[in-house]
């Protein structure tokens, strides 16, 4: 399993994937290629039973990603065109595996909705957030205003939507938009650690934990139980969860092989 595109690097790291925004000199911003490379690399690491969990990081240490490589805008044809336009947040979304960002820069406009497509995110001490859209007289399209709104709350978000100014790494863990801030030396090594911590538990019951996390934002109460207790059930009757009790019970480390 490897990338296409120079512009992307793919590793593996045991049973976490590492992919790696590898265009520091344009501070990783995302161009048509890197975008389409993204939703394939979403779909085999959605097939791949090999990988339990996915680490995103930009390569160079100025930037994570400072989204979509404004020069490619102008070649839509029409405003149809670019509102239909393959978009790499919602690729990320599509990951049924584990999410985690390791944000060591700037990460602007889409490069904050990349990170927010990620169920976890922790942060270099250099790392800086911003949705800048509203300077350039337009507004982000990735998911920014949803999820945002979900991580930090609404009036933290409409701060930043409508200034356009960015906040720090301290601010940003203050206001829960992301989990823990670490020295840039340590932030990949931190990364992969939680990675290798989710990837050595029973594969089937994370992705559903995720999809019952995703459910729980967008559907009231009483689904969202139905639809956990429902996918508890699922999660029960698989050969992992009966290994998962069996090794309990011999009081030794599971074995888990997604079944």
């Known amino acids: 399993m490897e990338s296409t595109v120079e512009e992307i690097r ?15 000199e344009k501070l990783n911003a995302v161009t048509a290629a890197m975008s389409a490379e993204l939703t394939r690399l979403a779909d085999r690491c959605n097939a791949a039973d090999e990988v339990r969990a996915v680490v995103l990081t930009g390569a160079g240490e100025r930037a994570f990603c400072a989204g979509s ?20 947040c919602d690729s990320l979304r599509r990951l049924r ?22 169920d976890i995110r922790i942060a270099s001490a250099t790392a800086r957030f911003g949705a800048p859209e509203i300077k350039l007289g337009w507004i982000g399209g990735g998911g920014v ?38 020295e840039p030396s340590e932030l990949l090594d931190r990364a992969l650690e939680i990675a290798s ?27 969202a139980l139905e639809r956990e207790r429902d996918l508890q059930a699922v999660c029960f009757a698989t050969e992992d969860a009966a290994e998962g009790r069996a090794a309990f019970l011999a009081k030794r480390p599971p074995h888990f092989h997604r079944r």
């Open 10 to 24: 793919l590793t593996l790291h045991d049973r976490v994937a590492l992919i790696t925004l590898n265009r520091p």
């Open 69 to 88: 490589d404004i020069g490619e805008l102008d070649a839509y044809a029409t405003p149809w065109d670019f509102r239909n336009r393959s978009d790499y």
């Open 97 to 118: 595996k584990p999410v985690i960002a390791a944000v060591n820069g700037l990460a602007l406009g889409g490069g904050l909705e990349t990170a927010l497509a990620c």
């Open 145 to 182: 205003s949803a999820q945002l709104r979900a991580s930090i709350g609404a009036s933290n978000a409409a701060l930043m939507l409508l200034t356009g100014d960015p906040i720090d790494a301290a601010t940003a863990e203050r206001r829960l938009l992301v989990s823990e801030v670490t």
């Open 197 to 223: 911590t989710i990837a050595a538990r029973a594969p089937i019951a994370a992705e559903t934990a995720k999809a019952n996390l995703h459910a729980a934002a967008s559907v009231p109460l009483d689904q």
